[in-house]
Nanobody
């Protein structure tokens, strides 16, 4: 399974971005998917996840501002980010989990496939 993120950019505080993650993988629709981020000098953290059947979970700091969604027909995962803050600056990673549960999760151990990341800068 290969995951390729896109959509990262530099934006001003209060701005919006939509990240995309495309994949070429078997049975995409049964994967649990998530977005993680890692800021310089900090550990990687989960920000949003969507389970195999569509349920979602978010990190508290992004609730109400971020929306995760997926298009099963196109094999694309999205992260709509609104009201961006400087503290949202990070490299954002797409992750996919197969065989580790179908419910959404922000735990890294639930994911066995990772993209290379896309940079989001808010300043």
């Amino acid at each position: 399974v290969q995951l390729v993120e896109s959509g990262g950019d530099s934006v001003q505080p209060g701005g919006s971005l939509t990240l995309s993650c495309s994949t070429a993988g078997y049975a995409w629709y049964i994967y649990c998917m998530a977005w993680f981020r890692q800021a310089p000098g900090k550990e990687r953290e989960g920000v949003a996840s969507i389970g195999a059947y569509g349920s979602r979970t978010y990190q508290d700091s992004v609730k109400g501002r971020y929306t995760i969604s997926k298009d099963n027909a196109k094999n694309i995962l999205y992260l709509q980010m609104n009201s961006l803050k400087p503290e949202d600056t990070a490299t954002y990673y797409c992750a996919a989990g197969l065989g580790r549960g179908t419910s959404p999760s922000l735990l890294e151990e639930r994911y066995n496939y990772w993209g290379r990341g896309t940079q989001v800068t808010v300043s």
